[in-house]
């Protein structure tokens, strides 16, 4: 049976992998199910630029950017069972064999597409406005509608949010979940963990660097291009500026966003031992999985933060840190880089090569791979606070919940005993739908495409 959620119960399938997925589930392998809306809920997909429609599916392509997990992991879902072999989590199509229900909203490409003016000015009917705002409204009204969400309080849904910004109209009504995300800069402390959610590497930018750990073509000392004036943590960007564009051997420059300025950058650290990463408006960015598959020694100027799959990665090996009052005093970040010998430059060379798949969406034994180990490993933490909420009673304290899962902002050190009961975990299986084209999903994407021109 394949259960459509929203779209008017289950209805039986015949077909090859259905005896496979079965026997899978049957074997103890966990269970993940992909939540999908009825067309009923959400309106007017009709696209957003002037009011054209598409009819070919195919015709339309998923806008490369920094945010593309979210694309990469629904198509990786969508891979034949006998091509998912090896991943953490199994595709299944009865949700009460579910362990997990993954949601596949575009949170991040919503947030991208949506337009500057408002959806409630005037225009013409024939012109549609999409709104980011509304779709999340309208994915809430639908997901708190079905029961299992109900059931377990939407602990067992996973989200991926992984732009700053992406759902944050409705992060709060959604933080119980699994968040997929690149860092805590935009979440409060009772919405994100390191307990309960993923930190995901950003789709990286540059050219994968093809030739061999070595110094011989890398002539700068350090390389570091990108925007000087960020919002919050990234005003330090302007200091470092200040202290750096007149050292010798380093190269640091002001561009946006372009083709022009990701050539450059790719250039730029493809020839430089070491590249720069401090803090943007968020801890995160994603240049630092740039200069990783550069080959880039990065030298992180970023206080808080968080890193992707630290408990198979050392980052000590890769990368090195600074912290922010010691990299802006005048000569003090250039006098450490210059005293890193070239053996030691060629050992976080070589490590550097060796962590590279981990940051490569699209190696089948890459990223997406290591997110669903990630998000399998969360199962046993899932499991206690489902039971947990169905027996606990109303409190009346202005204490913090013992349960306490906050991220690593607060201080809080109850972590350390939560994670003990998630070393070991059994897979996890995903649930699917079986009419993917049917699904409010792809016609939001859809629409979303279209406004950006098919890009």
């Known amino acids: 049976m394949n259960c459509l959620q929203g779209v008017g119960g289950c209805s039986s399938r015949s077909g090859e992998g259905s005896e496979k997925e079965e026997r899978e589930t049957k074997e103890g392998g966990g269970v993940v199910v992909v939540m999908t809306a009825g067309e009923d809920r959400i309106s007017s997909y009709a696209a957003a630029r002037g009011g054209e ?20 992991l629904f ?9 998912r072999v090896d991943s953490a989590v199994t595709r299944v199509m009865d ?18 597409v949506n337009p500057i003016r408002p959806a409630t000015l005037n225009v013409s ?19 708190e509608g079905q029961g299992y969400w109900e059931r377990n309080n939407g602990w067992d849904h996973v989200f991926i949010c992984q732009d700053p910004n992406a759902l944050y109209k409705v992060i709060d009504r959604v933080k119980n979940g699994v968040l997929l995300v690149s ?35 890398r002539k700068s000392l350090l390389f570091f291009m990108g925007n000087r004036y960020r919002k919050e943590g990234g005003k330090i960007r302007d200091l470092l500026f200040q202290v750096l564009e007149n050292e010798e051997d380093v190269i640091i420059k002001h561009g946006a966003q372009s083709r022009e300025s990701r050539r450059i950058a790719s250039r730029g650290m493809h020839t430089s031992r070491f590249c720069l990463h401090p803090a943007g408006d968020t801890p995160s960015a994603c240049r630092l999985f740039d200069a990783i598959v550069s080959l880039c020694v990065p030298v992180i100027v970023s206080d808080y933060i968080e890193l992707p799959f630290e408990d198979v990665i050392d980052y000590r090996k890769i990368a090195i840190f600074v912290d922010s009052n010691t990299a802006v005093r005048p000569g ?5 880089l210059r005293r890193v010998s070239s053996e030691k430059i060629l050992e976080f060379q070589k490590e550097l090569k060796e962590v590279n798949r981990y940051f490569e969406y699209e190696d089948p034994n890459g990223t997406v791979k290591e997110i669903w180990r990630q998000v399998s490993l969360k199962l046993p933490l899932i499991k206690l606070m489902i039971n947990r909420d169905k027996r606990i009673v109303l409190r009346d304290s202005v204490e913090p919940d013992c349960s306490c899962l906050c991220s690593n902002q607060s201080g809080v050190h109850t972590n350390t005993m939560i994670y003990k009961s998630i070393d070991f975990c059994r897979l996890g299986s995903l649930f699917v739908p079986q009419h993917l084209g049917d699904n409010v999903q792809l016609a939001i994407i859809k629409k979303m495409l279209i406004s950006l021109g098919g890009r």
């Open 125 to 143: 009917p024939d012109r549609p406005v999409y709104s980011d705002e509304q779709t999340q409204e309208a994915l809430m009204e639908w997901l």
């Open 332 to 336: 003090n970040l250039v006098k450490m």
């Open 53 to 72: 429609s598409v009819g070919n599916d195919a015709l339309l392509k998923y806008p490369g950017n920094q945010h593309s997990a979210e694309w990469y």
């Open 75 to 83: 198509s990786d879902l969508n891979r034949p069972s006998d091509e």
């Open 183 to 217: 860092d805590f800069g935009r979440l409060a402390r009772n919405q994100a963990s390191l307990v309960k959610d993923v930190i995901l590497p950003y789709s990286h930018r540059i050219n994968t660097y093809k030739g061999d750990i070595g110094l011989e073509n």
């Open 95 to 112: 949700p009460e064999k579910a362990d997990l229900f993954y949601v596949p909203f575009f949170s991040s490409l919503s947030l991208v």
